[in-house]
T-cell receptor
Framework: DQQVKQNSPSLSVQEGRISILNCDYTNSMFDYFLWYKKYPAEGPTFLISISSIKDKNEDGRFTVFLNKSAKHLSLHIVPSQPGDSAVYFC???????????FGAGTTVTVRA | KAGVTQTPRYLIKTRGQQVTLSCSPI?????VSWYQQTPGQGLQFLFE???????NKGNFPGRFSGRQFSNSRSEMNVSTLELGDSALYLCASSLGQRGNTGELFFGEGSRLTVL
C-alpha cells in the first residue's frame, strides 16, 4: 500500500524557471516530511524537510510547502539549474522516525 | 567523516542462489536501515537495526533477513533469489534515537541482478 504518492514520474523545465514537484500522502500519522535527491549511481541525499507543525520551510533555492488538510506537499526549486537534474523522492515518517515511506520519485530534467 | 559504505556495488546471481550485502554506517551512527529500490516503486523499507536489534521490518518475505554487529555494521541476506529481487539495495544510517527527525544518510547502494 503506497502511503506516499508522487503522481508525476517526470518533469522537464527550462533553466532559470521554477520546478514544482508534488507529493500526496494518505497516512494522517505522518508528522515529518522530507525530500531526497538522487543522481544516477549514487545514493539519495537529503535535500530539505518540514515538520507537520509548519506549512513552509525554505532553504536557499528550495522551498517545501505542506498542506495538512489536503495531505499534500510540494517542493519548489527557483531558479532551476542544470545540476538540479535528478530524481526527487518525497518521504514521510511518523512515530517511527527511522522508517521512512517513500514515493516513487519524480525525474527532473532541466533544459539549458 | 566517511559516509555510508556498501559492498559489493554490483553483483549478478542466478535464481535460487543466495546473496549477502554489507553496510558500514557513518561513525557514531547506531541505526542502520535497508531499502529496496525498483523502477516505479520508489524505495521500499526492508528493516532497521539499532544496537544489534531489529526494531522494525517491512512487508517482505522471510527470504530477506538482516543482522547488525556490535560495531554497527550490518548485513542483509536474500535467500532463494527470484528474478523480482533484481533491484538496487540501499543502506542508510542515522543516530536512530527518539526525537530524531528521520534524516537518513544513504550509501551508494548494491545493484543486484538476478538471472
Amino acid at each position: 500500500d503506497q502511503q506516499v504518492k508522487q503522481n508525476s514520474p517526470s518533469l522537464s523545465v527550462q533553466e532559470g524557471r521554477i520546478s514544482i514537484l508534488n507529493c500526496d500522502y494518505t497516512n494522517s500519522m505522518f508528522d515529518y516530511f522530507l525530500w531526497y535527491k538522487k543522481y544516477p549511481a549514487e545514493g539519495p541525499t537529503f535535500l530539505i524537510s518540514i515538520s507537520s507543525i509548519k506549512d513552509k520551510n525554505e532553504d536557499g533555492r528550495f522551498t517545501v510547502f505542506l498542506n495538512k488538510s489536503a495531505k499534500h506537499l510540494s517542493l519548489h526549486i527557483v531558479p532551476s539549474q542544470p545540476g538540479d537534474s535528478a530524481v526527487y523522492f518525497c518521504a514521510a515518517s511518523g512515530h517511527l522516525p527511522y522508517k521512512l515511506s517513500f514515493g516513487a520519485g519524480t525525474t527532473v530534467t532541466v533544459r539549458a | 567523516k566517511a559516509g555510508v559504505t556498501q559492498t559489493p556495488r554490483y553483483l549478478i546471481k542466478t535464481r535460487g542462489q543466495q546473496v549477502t550485502l554489507s553496510c558500514s554506517p557513518i561513525s557514531g551512527h547506531r541505526s542502520v536501515s535497508w531499502y529496496q529500490q525498483t523502477p516505479g516503486q520508489g524505495l521500499q523499507f526492508l528493516f532497521e537495526y539499532f544496537s544489534e536489534t531489529q526494531r522494525n521490518k517491512g512487508n517482505f518475505p522471510g527470504r530477506f533477513s538482516g543482522r547488525q554487529f556490535s560495531n554497527s555494521r550490518s548485513e542483509m541476506n536474500v535467500s532463494t533469489l527470484e528474478l523480482g529481487d533484481s533491484a538496487l539495495y540501499l543502506c542508510a544510517s542515522s543516530l536512530g534515537q527518539r526525537g530524531n527527525t528521520g534524516e537518513l544518510f544513504f550509501g551508494e547502494g548494491s545493484r543486484l541482478t538476478v538471472l
